[in-house]
């Protein structure tokens, strides 16, 4: 794994590379007036970090650097948009816990989504970074390193994903709110980050601009 650095204990982090800075264009200023309202340093990477992988694992390589120099990493993907006055996602983490993310209940199941999650920097955070680095398998997934997420955490599909299998680093798993990564399928009443992964790049830019108009 390559290596990106950024400074700073509280970390606010996404990355955008190719047609998605289009993207960033649209959340920017939103990730700007979020870190600044509770004092996170807001690192934004623009270029490739390895290219020997398809580019969302570039989010591994940057986390599993930024994790051992911060003491809180948040990761927001640049296809989400923090809305006005969404509190800060610290005080919303569950305690012990180490990764929080929404886990999702659709028609797939329990799923969980790396699209937002707030992380606590250190050794356990930078091993499993590593472990999910390690998910060779799930290089060209459809999910891409959010199945690799999964798998470390023992999510397995049998007819609907299920946290199925024994797995060491589930115990440090703390599921927020899914106000945090609202998604079409599974959209949050009164959310705090907008999220539209798997949609065409038209389709997301359309729906990040009305929502970065009203916020």
Wanted: charged share 20%; aromatic share 8%.
């Amino acid at each position: 794994m390559n290596s990106a650095s950024g400074p700073g204990r509280r970390v606010l982090c996404t990355l955008a590379h190719g047609p998605h800075l289009e993207l960033l264009d649209i959340v920017g200023p939103a990730l700007e007036r979020y870190a600044d309202e509770y004092g996170y340093e807001l690192v934004v990477v623009r270029h490739r970090l390895d290219p020997s992988r398809p580019t969302p694992w570039d989010k591994v390589v940057l986390l599993h650097d930024l994790v051992q120099t911060n003491d809180l990493v948040v990761w927001i993907d640049v296809d989400a948009i923090v809305l006005r006055d969404a509190p800060d996602i610290a005080d919303a983490m569950i305690p012990g816990r180490f990764l929080n993310l929404v886990e999702h209940h659709t028609f797939a199941g329990r799923v969980p989504n790396s699209g937002v999650m707030a992380i606590s920097g250190g050794e356990q955070a930078r091993e499993f970074w590593e472990r999910v680095w390690n998910e060779r398998r799930c290089i060209h997934d459809v999910w891409w390193e959010n199945s690799a997420v999964m798998r470390v955490l023992g999510y397995r599909t049998v007819g609907t994903m299920q946290p199925l299998m024994p797995s060491r680093w589930r115990t440090g798993l703390g599921r927020l709110d899914g106000a945090w990564n609202s998604i079409p399928i599974a959209p949050a009443a009164q959310p705090f980050v907008a999220h539209f992964p798997g949609e065409d790049l038209e389709s997301r830019k359309r729906q990040l601009s009305q929502l970065a108009a009203v916020s």
